[in-house]
Structure formats: structure tokens, C-alpha cells
């Protein structure tokens, strides 16, 4: 279903195909969101450089996999890809990066994720590195709640104000306002260790870890989070202006 009106001279034949086969979101979207997506694939694929690292060969279904994640986190922001404009390329590993040595920490302005094993990372004004198995994962098993993918290209989106603090751009004063209450509530909860089952405890790490480990579980588990946590479901839904909880309730009842 869905075929689209227009062909994609750029993106393999089958791109549709691979989407929906290691895509769980896709299935969600009406016909106008996946013709939104299409071209966003599609100008990530062609405008940002893909490197594999460590002998890792890329293939049209990691290019395609990757570029839908995060394709699907700025589906509704007037931005469209300029969100990403600072994503210069996306370095994919093979699977999880093992660091033996972290005593020197990260540059200034990189967030590292995942301690010793690193599942990916982004960097303020650098590239945003992939582990490719934790992305496959991510998208095929939305319900794990983890997904590597939204996590650091939303490390990208907070880091479009010049900061990485766990807040991205908002349209005026008291949306921010309503933001940082929100998000400093539920991040004490969690260091606290009342943050409840969906939000891994790794947000605790600092505001910007709350904010991507909090865009997995928007994502990944929207009525879970809307149920549990309604005012953090709120706050991702107006920043991201996407309701994923209502987008599966109406995909399960189309079905
Ligand atoms: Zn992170």
C-alpha cells in the first residue's frame, strides 16, 4: 500500500519495501505523512555524507533504516531538515563501540552515550555516530522503548539553540517555562528513583540524557507515556507537534 505518486530517482528501488519491512513506525502514518517522509528520506540520504566505520559496508537498507528514524523525529517541525543542518555526516559501526579508555572524557560539546559501550553518539557542530545492530534493533522493536537513532539526532535538535541542555527551541517564554518545569519535575523523579518503568534511568545523566532518553519512550511507547506521564507526553507532543499515541489508536482502528 502507499504507492507514491512520484519516483524516487535517488533512493534505491525498493526503498518502500525496506521501510516497512525494519520500520515499525511506518505503519502508523496516513499516505500524506509518508509522502512528508519520502522526501525527507530522501534529502537525508542525498544531502548528508554516510561513512562506515571499521569495515562496515553500507547498504541501501542502513542508509534508508537510519535516515526514516530520523526522518520521523522532525516530521512535524516547520524546520524540516534545516533541523539537521548541523548534522554534517552519519558514521555508521557495524554494532555496539567498545572504548577501554574513558579517564580523558569527551570533547566539549559531545555527548557520548552508553559508558563503555557506546551505542552512538552526536556532536555539537560534528557528526552523529550510529551503532547500526542497536538501530535495527530500535526500529524493528519500538516497544523495547529504546531507539538509538531518535535518541542522538534529538541530541541534535537541543543542541539547535547552541546549548545542550535538555531544552530546544521553543516558540516563546512560557512554552520554555512549561518545559523546564516539566522536564526538571520528571528528571528528579528519575534520580530519585521514582521515575517509574518507561523512562530509562541513563536520563538521570543530565537534562540533555532526560530529553533523548525522553524522545525514545514519545516515540517508541506514546500511549504508555501519555498514560503514565501526561504533562511530558504534552510538552514532547506541542515541541514535536506530533501525537504518536493517537497516530497508533488510529492505525489500530483503521487495522
Ligand atoms: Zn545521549
Redesign the pocket.
Request: proline content about 0%.
Given at each position: 500500500m502507499g504507492l507514491f505518486r512520484r519516483r524516487r530517482a535517488v533512493l534505491a528501488d525498493d526503498w518502500e519495501a525496506i521501510v516497512e519491512r525494519a520500520v515499525a513506525h511506518w505503519a502508523h502514518l496516513d499516505d500524506d505523512e509518508r509522502d512528508q517522509m519520502a522526501d525527507l528520506i530522501e534529502g537525508l540520504v542525498t544531502t548528508k555524507r554516510w561513512e562506515a566505520a571499521q569495515g562496515f559496508e553500507l547498504t541501501d537498507e542502513v542508509r534508508t533504516v537510519i535516515a526514516a528514524q530520523a526522518a520521523l523525529l522532525v516530521l512535524g517541525l516547520d524546520a524540516g531538515l534545516d533541523a539537521y543542518h548541523d548534522v554534517g555526516s552519519v558514521i555508521v559501526h557495524p554494532s555496539t563501540m567498545r572504548f577501554r579508555e574513558l579517564a580523558e572524557g569527551p570533547a566539549a560539546g559531545t555527548?557520548v552515550?552508553g559508558d563503555v559501550d557506546l551505542l552512538g553518539q552526536a556532536s555539537y557542530g560534528g557528526p552523529v555516530v550510529i551503532a547500526w545492530d542497536a538501530a535495527r534493533r530500535g526500529a524493528r522493536h519500538p516497544e523495547h522503548g529504546h531507539d538509538v537513532v531518535l535518541?542522538e539526532f534529538a541530541?541534535k535538535l537541543d543542541m539547535l539553540d547552541h546549548l545542550v541542555d535538555g531544552t530546544p527551541p521553543l516558540p516563546d517564554a512560557d512554552a520554555r517555562q512549561r518545559w523546564i518545569d516539566v522536564c526538571t519535575r520528571e528528571l528528579e523523579l528519575l534520580r530519585a528513583g521514582e521515575g517509574g518503568h518507561l523512562l530509562d534511568p541513563y536520563g538521570a545523566t543530565n537534562p540533555?540524557?532526560f530529553f533523548?532518553v525522553a524522545t525514545e519512550v514519545f516515540f517508541s511507547r506514546p500511549e504508555e507515556l501519555e498514560r503514565h506521564k501526561p504533562e511530558l507526553y504534552d510538552v514532547l507532543r506541542a515541541f514535536y507537534r506530533q501525537d504518536p499515541a493517537e497516530r497508533v489508536r488510529r492505525h489500530r482502528f483503521e487495522r
Open positions: 555527548v552515550d535518541h541530541h540533555a540524557e533523548a
